[in-house]
């Protein structure tokens, strides 16, 4: 089974960066980032496809960077300009059906990751 798992969240205050990283178990076309914070439902942040097309959350667009590596089965989210309403525990996920290049409803994910808690400080 494919397994997922996370690394690099921390506190950090408003206006600082921070780079989560995500190592699959094996190849996998469907990744993204998730978040949820407390007391919130969890939502999309980014997903990017094998072949590189990324969609954003508008809430990340232009502050939060997507990537991957292929040959080390590893997804990337650089936060930059964070914000106190960046605080939640992000998720890598994995696998989902309808096609790759959507951020789906977090119901439909199949495979997702410890997760990895982010605090930003105003």
């Known amino acids: 089974d ?11 205050q408003a206006g600082g960066s921070l ?3 995500c190592a699959a178990s094996a190849y996998t076309n469907c990744m ?7 007391g919130k439902e969890r939502e999309g942040v980014a997903t990017i496809t094998a ?13 939060f960077t997507i990537s991957r590596d292929n040959a080390k089965n590893t ?3 650089q936060m930059n300009m964070l914000k106190p309403e960046d605080t939640a ?7 989902w059906g309808g096609g790759c290049l959507r ?10 990751g410890q997760g990895t808690l982010v605090t930003v400080s105003s």
């Open 2 to 12: 494919l397994q997922l798992m996370e690394s690099g969240g921390g506190s950090v």
């Open 19 to 21: 780079r989560l990283s």
């Open 32 to 38: 993204a980032w998730f978040r949820q914070a407390p």
């Open 51 to 63: 072949g590189g097309l990324i969609v954003y959350a508008d809430f990340v667009r232009g502050r």
């Open 75 to 77: 997804l990337d989210l």
């Open 89 to 95: 525990t992000y998720y890598c996920a994995a696998s």
């Open 103 to 112: 951020l789906p409803p977090p119901y439909d994910v199949r495979v997702w």
